[in-house]
């Protein structure tokens, strides 16, 4: 009798141990699962933050939506932008923010103005490939944009690259199922 | 009220050193600068155009100036006559 109530003490002691090894490992894989995922959705903000540090802008990066500036950019380029200090001058491509609007707009200077007093400066805008100027685009009644409105300048560009983002925010299912196959493959992963 | 200045200009250029293996395109335009006792500077694109490729960089064209050359009036006296 008792050799028999050992032997179950000791049986019920494992599969306790089993049962608690089980449920610790599944505890520790979720949460690095977790951690993974933190770890990159940060890792991408700290890049774009680091991108507007470095550039000065606002937006570092943006993505050609129309073809107003073609045949030098096209819909789908992506265009990447620095702000300095310097003068803006005629034949600059600058991207700028209308009040009322919240898509920036990358066109080029064709006239500048410079208060002696103030120092601020009236600056005109058109698109290469757009028949008028864009006071249309600007907010109403405005007929110059300042400083302010200005974001930075187009310094480079990369083509075809920014389709992704226009299907992206033209079809959203493409990006939910794009976010969920990624997110899956994180979980799936085995390190 | 406004003075507006027209011009008929001859251009010719031979851009064909600007164009290296990165070269994407050519944006070329000509701009009045000049001063005012208000306005230290003042530039005004007069005429643009795009140069696609070496090929057609070496050019020669008679035209008129695609923007009107008119100076800045202050906003308020623009808006008034807009309203």
Redo the contacts between chains.
Sequence with gaps: MGDRKEAIAITMGWIGESVDSIKSLQIRQVLTQAVSLGMIVTSALIIWKALMCITGSESPVVVVLSGSME??FKRGDILFLHMSKD?I???EIVVFNVDGREIPIVH?V????????TGEV?VLTKG?NNYG?DRLLYAH?Q??LQRHHIMGRAVGFLPYVGWVTIIMTEKPIIKYILIGALGLLVITSKD | MFRSVSMTMNISANLQSLFTWNT??V?V?L?AEYETP????????LW?G?I?SKDHAKFWIHTSNK?RFID?VQ?SS??QLLA
């Design positions: 045949p030098g003068p001058r005629a034949g080029r064709i006239k500048v103005h410079e208060r002696e007093d009236d290469d100027d009644g007929l110059w | 994407k395109q944006f335009f701009a208000k306005k230290p500077l003042n530039q005004i694109s643009d795009i696609p923007y800045q906003n623009r808006m």
